[in-house]
């Protein structure tokens, strides 16, 4: 009853615009017809504004009836956090998993950080992530901080890259300049920009800088962990578990990817970018003293922090370093254990490396030159259907992310000497 009358008023107010607006069209005056008609319906409209009110009145008034309300007893001493129901946190992220597992009605699964404020949820209820071709739920924020956050020990690479944020759209490619620094003119420093003295009154010279692209397209990434039932229903033990067990692989991923990634539908590693400087050993499958100084020798050295990665199975070379004069690099002692450093620059023990003996188990690195682009995610899904008969869930987690040196060849000092803030040791030469 209430469309009806909405729709009839509606149709009332859109025949009086089209009198006034004809009459405007024409800059003149409503015709005595014109305003006989305008009056007549403006009188038709204000009768069914009181109809409208009416039903509104008792359409409100019928579902405050048939609203359901909890005992007293259900509700005493309980104090309920505020706002709507949709928009109150999990507890933790075992809670998550829970709801997305089992309970995807769960109105929190529909909120989305941002949309609805003020509102009804119905706007949040369209951005649900678990229907279409995503097939996923969205992590909450708060999880997806703490399932995302890095730290120096857990990851080499992220937390000391250059991270560009998701945006807006999270998966669309991004183009970057970059200063064009290949070819054997040592101005390509500067990317072709030519600086010469000019005498008085003498024509000012052209320069003109020349830049190419770096473009991030951020792949989707995906992996999955098969759990319990039980497991999971108790999802304040699953919480701890599950955590881990998924930041760990996220950030043993995307490590490996941004050292060791081919560029294919992945991320391109350092080690495979034409940025790196490769620098041949002296004895195969050895790791000696001018290996590593030939390294820092090629090193950009523009401040930053560049540190060392290397696999653990070189320990026992690199502890028995010796310098020319016979005298070891490192000075263990079975209380202190071995240096931190190796000629000046941090050692990082990666097994993530390739093995020893083949390309780029040795880096030496600045990672501020390593661009990372975010995209959207992560997100999770949870499907009973692959080990049903086995009370098992697989949960899912997929994610977006894109990275590649911002070079794209080593940097040409301004004497011709070739440098880069990628060093690799490679295989020895011929």
Same mark, same amino acid.
């Given at each position: 009853m209430l469309k009806a009358l909405l729709e009839k008023r509606a149709k009332l107010v859109a025949d009086m615009k089209?009198?006034?607006?004809?009459?405007?069209a024409e800059d003149r005056d409503l015709t005595a017809e014109e305003l006989e008609t305008f009056d007549k319906l403006k009188a038709e409209k204000a009768s069914l504004d009181l109809r409208v009110e009416r039903a509104?009145?008792?359409?409100?008034?019928?579902?405050?009836?048939?609203?359901?309300?909890?005992?007293?007893?259900?509700?005493?001493?309980?104090?309920?956090?505020?706002?709507?129901?949709?928009?109150?946190?999990?507890?933790?992220?075992?809670q998550f998993f829970h709801a997305v597992r089992f309970a995807r009605n769960d109105p929190r699964l529909s909120y989305i950080e941002g949309v609805g404020s003020g509102e009804d949820l119905s706007a949040a209820n369209d951005m649900?992530?678990?229907?279409?071709?995503?097939?996923?739920?969205?992590?909450?924020?708060?999880?997806?901080n703490e399932l995302m956050?890095?730290?120096?020990?857990?990851?080499?690479?992220?937390?000391?890259?250059?991270?560009?944020?998701? *945006?807006?759209? /999270?998966?669309?490619? #991004?183009?970057?300049? %970059? +200063?064009? $620094?290949?070819?054997?003119?040592?101005?390509?420093m500067y990317g072709g920009v030519q600086v010469q003295w000019i005498a008085e009154g003498a024509a000012k010279p052209q320069t003109d800088a020349a830049l190419t692209d770096v473009t991030l397209e951020p792949h989707e990434i995906a992996g999955h962990i098969v759990v319990t039932d039980k497991l999971l229903r108790n999802w304040q033990a699953a919480d701890a578990l599950l955590r881990n067990l998924l930041r760990g692989a996220v950030l043993a991923a995307e490590d490996y990817a941004f050292l060791r990634g081919n560029g294919v539908g992945k991320p391109l590693g350092a080690i495979n970018a034409g940025a790196a400087y490769a620098v041949n050993r002296a004895t195969a499958n050895q790791v000696n003293y001018p290996d590593l100084v030939n390294m820092v020798a090629r090193l950009l050295m523009r *401040?930053?922090? /560049?540190?060392?990665? #290397?696999?653990?199975? %070189? +320990?026992? $070379?690199?502890?028995?370093?010796?310098?020319?004069?016979d005298n070891y690099i490192w000075h263990e002692n079975a209380r202190d254990g071995f240096a931190g450093t190796l000629l000046g620059y941090p050692v990082r023990w990666n097994n993530r490396a390739p093995a020893l003996?083949?390309?780029?188990?040795?880096?030496?690195?600045?990672?501020?030159?390593?661009?990372?682009?975010?995209?959207?995610?992560?997100?999770?899904?949870?499907?009973?259907?692959?080990?049903?008969?086995?009370?098992?869930?697989?949960?899912k987690i997929f994610w977006?992310?894109?990275?590649?040196?911002?070079?794209?060849?080593?940097?040409?000092?301004?004497?011709?000497?070739?440098?880069?803030?990628?060093?690799?040791?490679?295989?020895?030469a011929g």
């Open positions: 089209a009198i006034i607006d004809k009459a405007e509104e009145l008792l359409e409100a008034s019928t579902a405050q009836l048939d609203s359901v309300r909890p005992a007293a007893a259900r509700g005493g001493g309980i104090v309920r956090p505020p706002g709507p129901e949709a928009r109150r946190e999990f507890e933790s992220l075992g649900r992530m678990d229907t279409g071709t995503t097939g996923g739920f969205a992590i909450p924020p708060q999880f997806r956050r890095i730290e120096a020990q857990d990851s080499m690479i992220r937390p000391r890259a250059t991270v560009i944020p998701a *945006g807006d759209p /999270p998966d669309a490619p #991004l183009t970057f300049p %970059a +200063l064009d $620094q290949s070819g054997t003119n040592p101005q390509n *401040g930053g922090a /560049p540190l060392w990665s #290397l696999p653990q199975s %070189a +320990l026992p $070379q690199i502890a028995q370093l010796k310098d020319p004069n003996g083949t390309k780029g188990d040795v880096v030496l690195a600045d990672w501020s030159y390593y661009l990372i682009k975010d995209g959207s995610g992560p997100f999770v899904a949870a499907s009973e259907h692959v080990h049903f008969i086995n009370n098992k869930t697989v949960i977006n992310v894109d990275g590649q040196p911002w070079l794209q060849a080593p940097f040409k000092e301004e004497n011709g000497y070739q440098v880069s803030p990628f060093v690799v040791l490679d295989v020895p």
